[in-house]
């Protein structure tokens, strides 16, 4: 099935709940993709995937199921050093302010490159991501999930906005 930017994903795992909960998927190479919720989980135990931070405009181009390019990416938020990260590494994209993930996808640059593009704004261009999961795709229609603080759906679409101090993580 299509999902996020129009990435096919195979079902793999689910929450044995009422409704079913997906956790994550596989992307036919036997990469494991998490859910956002899974994602959410994930950092909250402290094991957050690496995570790019974009500009709150940015989201609804990504939402809308473009890829994330490089200009849109403020800041990287990776365990491990920036310049070990693959090209082809799943990582989670969030907008600037809201610790929450709104998309799931694969990198499509090297670490180093990505550093080097963020070294030097005025040069950014290109693709980042491929995006595999956005929050308001068909997976999050699908299964009904819940929105984290900042997200939400409305008639006139997906929104993800930064937090204010008060609406807390």
């Known amino acids: 099935r299509k999902c996020g930017g129009g990435s096919s994903l195979s079902l793999l795992?689910?929450?044995?709940?009422?409704?079913?909960?997906?956790?994550?998927?596989?992307?036919?190479?036997?990469?494991l993709v998490p859910a956002l919720p899974t994602a959410w989980m994930l950092a909250?135990?402290?094991?957050?995937?690496?995570t790019l931070s974009v500009h709150e405009q940015t989201a609804p181009y990504v939402l809308g199921g473009a890829p994330l390019m490089l200009p849109g990416v403020r800041a990287v938020d990776a365990r491990e050093?920036?310049?070990?990260?693959?090209?082809?590494?799943?990582?989670?994209?969030?907008v600037q302010g809201n610790p929450h993930a709104f998309a799931v996808g694969r990198l499509l640059v090297s670490g180093e490159a990505l550093a080097a593009q963020l070294s030097a704004p005025g040069s950014?261009?290109?693709?980042?991501?491929?995006?595999l999961l956005s929050f308001g795709d068909w997976l999050w229609r699908s299964f009904s999930m819940v929105a984290p603080p900042g997200f939400s759906v409305t008639e006139e679409g997906v929104h993800v906005r930064v937090l204010a101090p008060e609406d807390g993580d």
Do not use: M, N, Y
């Not at 009422?18 to 956790?23: G, I, K, N, S």
């Not at 050093?81 to 969030?94: D, K, N, Q, T, Y």
């Open 13 to 31: 795992v689910a929450l044995a709940h009422e409704p079913p909960r997906p956790l994550a998927f596989d992307t036919g190479d036997q990469t």
């Open 44 to 50: 909250a135990a402290g094991d957050r995937l690496p």
């Open 81 to 94: 050093c920036l310049g070990s990260l693959e090209p082809g590494r799943i990582v989670c994209v969030a």
């Open 124 to 131: 950014r261009k290109g693709g980042c991501v491929e995006v």
